[in-house]
Structures are given as structure tokens and as C-alpha cells.
């Protein structure tokens, strides 16, 4: 799990080095980014969320990996509709999908919203529920 302090110091520390990015307007046009679906390449486009980018990157270079996959996934989760936030909220709950449905929900994130990270945390999500017997069965006759 990740602490709060050693957030509170990457984001210190990002901020100390460009104080521009505390001015920047993070995150403040949701209805906007909604509409496109490629997650940190239309942020990248707008200029949104390039403080959390930086944050990801020096906590990559920190071997932080955790911190950086949860920042990667606060940038995803904004453009991604709020559907599509509902399944994976659904998803993380035992016994509510199927395999088939966990495994179409993976590729749809992959492939049609281009959101690597929240496929991958699908994917992991498969495999643990598969290992546990975890899964919501299917009768199909």
C-alpha cells in the first residue's frame, strides 16, 4: 500500500522543480476529456495532468512502481466514461463476472479506450479470482 508521506514528497519534490505545474488547471475539464478515449495521450494533448505525469515518471525513476501505476491510473480513469468505471468498480468484487466477462472487459480497456493500466489491474483481477475459485459461475445449458 502506498503512504501518504512518500506522496506528499514526490509531489513536493515535483513541485519544487517546476513551480508552473501548481498554477496548471489539473483535471478541470471532466466533460471535455470524456468524449476521447485515449487516456494519457489526450492529457498529453491538453497539458492536463502533467504534474501526476511527472509524479509517475520520478516515482518510476525512484523504483516506485506502485506509486507510478496508481498515479498512471488516476490519469486513465478521467477520460474513461462513467460506464466503464462502474464494470471496473464491478469487477473488483468476487463472484459478480464471469471469466468470459472479466476477459471482454480487459480487451475492451485495451483495446477500444487504450487504457493499459486499468486493463492490466483487470487482468490481475482475472487471475487471482481464478486462482481463488473466485468467479461468478455461468449455467449455460
Partial sequence: MIQKSML????KEVLAENPNLASSSCGSSQASTRKSYNAIEVNKQNGQFGALEQLAKLAEQQRKSEVARYL???IEADTLPENVMK???LAKIPFE???QELLDLAQQLQHSYQAPYHAAMVSELLQRFTSKHCLKRSYQY
Fill in 8 to 11: 506528499v514528497e514526490l509531489i
Fill in 72 to 74: 498512471y491510473l488516476a
Fill in 87 to 89: 464494470k471496473i468498480s
Fill in 97 to 99: 463476472m464471469t471469466k
